[in-house]
């Protein structure tokens, strides 16, 4: 009868034997792609969970930025609020003297030092 005795499971594993051993001597880089395929897959296992879980994660930055950058605009409202009652203080007291200039100043030259 042959190799395979009339069992069609050895006669196909006959054949894929047959398959594989030309292939990897008419392509074999081609061979070696497809087992490094192979071993990376059983690396990384299921790539779309990997995805899905880093997707998730991008949303969740994604919303952290929009709370900070809310939290942001109202710090910068608290200051332009802070920067308005400072400047209402002093209008209110009157606006503190300004120091003596200095002989020079005017032109941009330094101030002199101070005299014992």
């Known amino acids: 009868m042959g190799v395979t005795d009339g069992n069609p499971r050895r006669a196909a594993g006959a054949v894929r034997a047959a398959v594989g051993w030309t292939v990897r001597r008419a392509a074999p880089r081609s061979m070696s792609a ?14 779309s969970a990997h995805l899905r879980a880093l997707t998730d994660r991008v949303s969740e930055l994604e919303e ?14 608290d200051g332009r609020r802070v ?6 203080v002093f209008e209110r007291l009157g ?5 003596p200039q200095q002989p020079g ?3 941009g030259l330094p101030a002199a030092p101070p005299q014992a």
């Open 64 to 77: 952290a930025v929009v709370l900070l950058r809310e939290e942001i605009d109202e710090t910068r409202r």
């Open 83 to 88: 920067a308005e009652l400072y400047d209402l």
């Open 105 to 107: 100043a005017e032109r």
């Open 95 to 99: 606006a503190p003297a300004s120091p």
């Open 34 to 47: 497809l087992t490094d395929l192979g071993s990376a897959r059983d690396e990384f296992g299921d790539v």
